[in-house]
């Protein structure tokens, strides 16, 4: 320890009425220090101007609150959903060192949420210092009470939310690199003209993955003819998949995981001209290995989970201020397609 720092040390200690050893272990989050203590030594801490990680000492003392909001898992959560909680899961495992309370919870309907989110804005359960959420959209009201809940003091983090629509930092795929990046191989796969199927999501404001992608077919290719299908019946009725692969199109771009899946299993031992799906899952690492897909757009979900809870714990930490990040999306060919998920 320098001599500067040992005379701080003195001074915050003479001030307290302790000993130089009972500052160290408040500054430094040990244990054997009570809370009240430990508020009084950073207290006269940050008024001298003493230099040290005020956040990162809370977390090692007396410790963080977060929450996180996710979806409940279905029969193709997996695909996507489940993968984004194992990355979450993975930095909680990463960050076990300091003294986090974590609270779950899960929704699978609007009134669900609006209960869980006027649970946390009401402070039933205690105040929480982050919160991460998994929604595809939020309403007006739900978008108030996550106002109501950021004026607590709390850090907020959407995952895979629509930026334009809130001003909540936001983790999220970059949905227009991975369009482009699939519109620019259909352009170069596809050796005929013809129809090229865009799957895409059913969103508020549009699925600006599949606009992407006929943007960039678009520009490249004026023999193809790129048809936007977004009906909400998609993701779960396969006669109209299969209507669809019997127009014999030239190439389908599937913009989610839960509509790869459902083009694989109407599809057979079928193949198309060019099929490029999204995310790696069991289905689809079998599907390119025997050459039903020609390619993945991988958002990489567990990445999205991953980052949200660390952005939130470094803005804790007085690190970095919370703001949006965008994760790029990697592309996946046979050659390159892993056993499991690294």
């Known amino acids: 320890m320098d001599q500067k720092n ?8 003479a001030k307290a009425g302790v000993s130089i050893t009972t500052v160290h272990r408040a500054l430094t989050g040990k244990k054997d220090c009570s809370d009240a203590m430990r508020e009084k030594i950073i207290a006269i801490a940050m008024e001298d101007g003493y230099r040290f990680n005020y956040y990162e000492a809370r977390l090692m003392g007396k410790g963080l609150r977060i929450a996180s909001i996710m979806m409940e898992s279905d ?13 979450y899961e993975k930095c909680k495992n990463d960050y076990r060192q300091y003294r986090i309370d974590y609270r779950e919870y899960y929704f699978n309907s609007d009134a669900d949420l609006d209960e869980i989110l006027k649970e946390i ?14 929604i595809i959209s939020a309403s007006e009201a739900q978008r108030a009470l996550f106002s109501k809940i950021m004026a607590t003091g709390c ?3 959407f995952i895979e939310n629509n930026p334009a629509a809130s001003d909540i930092p936001t983790v999220g795929c970059a949905n227009t690199v991975a369009g482009a990046l699939a519109g620019e191989l259909i352009s170069k796969m596809c050796h005929s003209s013809g129809r090229v199927y865009l799957l895409s999501r059913l969103m508020a404001g549009g699925d600006e993955i599949a606009r992407a992608a006929k943007e960039e077919i678009s520009r490249r290719r004026n023999d193809l003819d790129v048809i936007d299908i977004s009906s909400p019946l998609l993701g ?3 006669d109209r998949i299969r209507q669809l692969l019997a127009e014999d199109p030239v190439a389908i771009y599937a913009t989610s995981a839960r509509q790869t899946a459902r083009v694989l299993s109407c599809l057979g ?8 799906g999204s995310e790696l899952f069991q289905e689809s690492r079998n599907a390119i290995r025997r050459g039903q897909l020609d390619a993945i757009i ?12 660390k952005l939130v714990l470094e803005d804790l930490f007085g690190k970095e201020s919370l703001k949006s990040y965008f994760i790029a999306p990697r592309l996946v060919l046979r050659a390159n397609c892993p056993d499991q998920e690294s």
């Open 6 to 13: 040992t005379a701080s040390l003195k001074s915050i200690a």
């Open 75 to 87: 029969s193709t959560s997996r695909m996507f959903t489940d993968r984004i909680r194992d990355g």
């Open 121 to 134: 804005a009401q402070g039933r359960e205690g105040h929480f210092d982050g919160l991460i959420a998994h």
């Open 155 to 157: 850090s907020i983090m």
């Open 236 to 238: 779960d009725n396969c």
């Open 269 to 276: 031992a079928k193949k198309i001209g060019v099929f490029i």
């Open 298 to 309: 991988d958002k990489r979900p567990e990445k999205l989970g991953y980052m949200a809870l």
